[in-house]
């Protein structure tokens, strides 16, 4: 479904009083810093949504449809995507799987994705899977299997996702590997990475000049003993030993317990080797939930090392990252959860750019620590919302997008749309 901008614009007057005085009141608080900076940066700032996130997600136990409207295909997700991206103005890409989303006529999905304001973010290979009509399996790993076809048949389709994103103007493939072991003594775990590295150094050799290529960790899962890009340095020898055209993505769920993921993104871009970012939240592991829903603090804190390493290397924040949202649901209704998201994020992105770093540094530099922490949480508890809306407000999406969203009853309509009972491709 489509929203028309009049209805964008009667949401925002209905609200937009109350909006004034909240931000009349940001402006006066900080009066001494650059607001006008921040908002643009918000404007400026894109998190690319993943097409297997507008379904319902699930779990090893089962999967319940919840709000019917799935969408069926490539276009049908394209058109969620810039639902979302008219309701908030920060959705302005879609990142697709493949085999789940393989595309028939590239250059018409790209006119029906620019028609929403959409560009095509990292594309995705899955060697976690088996395909049908595939002659070899991946139980036992794909770029690390010993087996030196079946290597071949994974590097073969991260070539394929390449040549497909090429068609769609995709500047980025994201590796992320199964491959591990569940038991001690399964693997060589040299052989492992020495057969990954070979691997990915062929599919290194197809991308084109202008692409970058993602090697993205996860501490376990599916694999519990060892996994074969298991953790930020792992990640980082693959993306050194591979070249400039490769880095290390960091998905918030990837970790072990307590990981202290901020410093880890900072030793990154301390490198110059992180490359893209995937964000969710979670509780115990790779729980996949929204972002900022459990651990904001952390989110905030994670924004703070972001903005630092970046503007210490003069990066472009919305343009030299890859950011996505990398998250699957079983109780919410998809795009719901997503607007959440990406809400979540853009407050805690506003939150780093407000942090005083002068006097940080200062504080750094003394030992103050109490001064340290006061100027971080100063941020961390001043309620930014009416500075993330304001950039809304100016990119001409709604003022609060989730309230629009069940205003103009869009689940219903996708329902009427596509039915009851569809079922989205992928998980
Ligand atoms: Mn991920």
């Avoid at 402006?27 to 507008?54: G, N, R, T, Y």
């Avoid at 290979?125 to 299997?145: I, R, W």
């Avoid at 020898?237 to 918030?252: E, H, I, N, R, W």
């Avoid at 950011?323 to 649901?329: E, G, L, V």
Wanted: overall charge negative.
């Amino acid at each position: 479904m489509n929203i028309e901008q009049n209805q964008i614009e009667k949401h925002n007057d209905s609200l937009l009083t109350s909006h004034q005085r909240k931000l009349n009141f940001l402006k006066e608080e900080w009066s001494h810093v650059d607001l006008e900076s921040v908002i643009q940066k918000l404007v400026d700032f894109q998190i690319a949504i993943p097409s297997w996130a507008l379904g319902t997600g699930g779990t090893r136990f089962g999967r319940f449809a919840i709000s019917g409207g799935e969408p069926r295909t490539i276009e049908e997700k394209i058109e969620d995507v810039g639902l979302l991206h008219a309701l908030n103005a920060a959705s302005g890409a879609i990142s697709l799987h493949i085999p789940w989303d393989i595309p028939q006529d590239a250059a018409a999905l790209k006119t029906l994705a620019s028609s929403y304001g959409l560009k095509f973010d990292a594309m995705n290979s899955n060697t976690f899977q088996d395909q049908a009509g595939s002659p070899h399996s991946y139980k036992f790993g794909s770029l690390q299997n010993v087996n030196k076809a079946i290597r071949k048949q994974a590097i073969e389709h991260n070539i394929e996702v390449i040549k497909h994103g090429v068609a769609l103007g995709s500047d980025a493939l994201t590796v992320w590997l199964a491959d591990g072991s569940c038991f001690p003594g399964q693997l060589n775990f040299r052989n492992a990475f020495e057969n990954t590295l070979e691997s990915l150094h062929e599919i290194y050799a197809a991308l084109p000049d202008d692409w970058k290529i993602f090697v993205e960790y996860k501490a376990f899962e599916p694999n519990f003993y060892s996994t074969t890009v298991g953790d930020w340095g792992q990640s980082l020898l693959y993306a050194s030993k591979l070249g400039k055209k490769a880095y290390t993505l960091v998905d918030l769920g990837h970790h072990l317990p307590n990981a202290n993921i901020e410093q880890i993104v900072a030793l990154l871009l301390m490198e110059g080797k992180l490359g893209g970012f995937h964000f969710n939240d979670s509780k115990y592991g790779d729980d996949d939930l929204t972002a900022g829903s459990i651990k904001p603090y952390q989110l905030f804190l994670i924004f703070n090392e972001l903005v630092e390493g970046m503007d210490a290397k003069n990066m472009n924040h919305a343009k030299d990252m890859g950011w996505m949202i990398d998250a699957s649901h079983n109780v919410k209704d998809p795009l719901e959860d997503l607007l959440q998201s990406v809400e979540a994020i853009m407050i805690a992105y506003a939150q780093a750019l407000l942090v005083d770093r002068k006097a940080l540094k200062a504080a750094q530099d003394n030992n103050d620590v109490a001064a340290a922490q006061e100027i971080l949480q100063n941020t961390f508890r001043s309620d930014l919302r009416a500075v993330v809306a304001e950039a809304r407000l100016r990119a001409g999406a709604a003022l609060s997008p989730i309230g629009l969203y069940r205003d103009l009853q869009c689940r219903q309509s996708l329902v009427k749309q596509r039915g009851l009972n569809t079922v989205a491709t992928g998980l």
